[in-house]
């Protein structure tokens, strides 16, 4: 079985986080996709950042339509800060033997690799796919992936996606300024963002 991994605050989840996933599940033949939305992220102000549980909740609502697509609520769950190494562990017990994950990152996430916490472990328990826009030539990243491929024996494959230049600030912007955001997140998601009264 392989398995993609999208991993994330989600503040809120939007189409450009779908239609991405999708492309990299076709054109990697994977058999499902898992969108886990981050608990407790160690890099972020947790004062700026929205309740795991209604973020965890839109994931589920955004997903819902795709069979492939399925929101984890692992991390959520977690107590303290929430690591990809220790999700990764937990994802290994839950699925058989062989199962392959492949974690799905931007470009800009390669050149930060080497400052995940317990990095060579993370290196053995995952393959990764480095999303590159078309025409991507940024030679840093090259060297980069040639080197964590050497030194480190990372399985890193860089994937040519298109820029879909959407981001949940923006969202988030717009809903507190009272503009549309339709067709920038899904109905359902917009819809419980107004149930919710997210982002205002």
């Keep these: 079985m392989k398995i993609g991994?999208?991993?994330?605050?989600?503040?809120?989840?939007?189409?450009?986080?779908?239609?991405?996933?999708?492309l990299v599940r076709e054109e990697f033949g994977l058999d499902r996709v898992l969108f886990i939305p981050s608990g407790k992220p160690p890099h972020k102000d947790l004062t700026?950042?929205?309740?795991?549980?209604?973020?965890?909740?839109m994931v589920q609502c955004a997903v819902s339509t795709n069979p492939n697509f399925e929101a984890v609520s692992i991390e959520v769950e977690r107590r303290g800060y929430t690591y990809t190494v220790d999700t990764l562990k937990q994802l290994h017990e839950l699925y058989p033997k062989g199962t392959e994950f492949y974690?799905?990152?931007?470009?800009?996430?390669?050149?930060?690799?080497?400052?995940w916490k317990s990095t060579?472990?993370?290196?053995?328990?995952?393959?990764?796919?480095?999303?590159?826009?078309?025409?991507?030539?940024?030679?840093?990243?090259?060297?980069?992936?040639?080197?964590?491929?050497?030194e480190y024996d990372v399985n890193i494959t860089g994937f040519e996606a298109p820029l879909i230049e959407i981001s949940s600030t923006f969202i988030r912007d717009r809903?507190?300024?009272?503009?549309?955001?339709?067709?920038?997140?899904?109905?359902?998601?917009?819809?419980?963002?107004?149930?919710?009264?997210?982002?205002i």
């Design 120 to 150: 060579e472990e993370v290196f053995t328990l995952t393959r990764f796919i480095a999303l590159m826009r078309p025409g991507f030539q940024d030679e840093e990243f090259k060297t980069r992936l040639t080197y964590l491929k050497s």
């Design 48 to 57: 700026s950042v929205t309740d795991p549980i209604h973020r965890l909740n």
């Design 103 to 115: 974690y799905i990152i931007g470009a800009d996430v390669v050149m930060d690799l080497l400052k």
């Design 5 to 22: 991994i999208c991993g994330g605050t989600f503040d809120p989840v939007h189409v450009g986080h779908l239609a991405v996933a999708e």
């Design 175 to 199: 809903i507190k300024n009272g503009k549309s955001v339709k067709y920038f997140i899904t109905e359902p998601v917009e819809g419980y963002i107004k149930e919710n009264n997210l982002y």
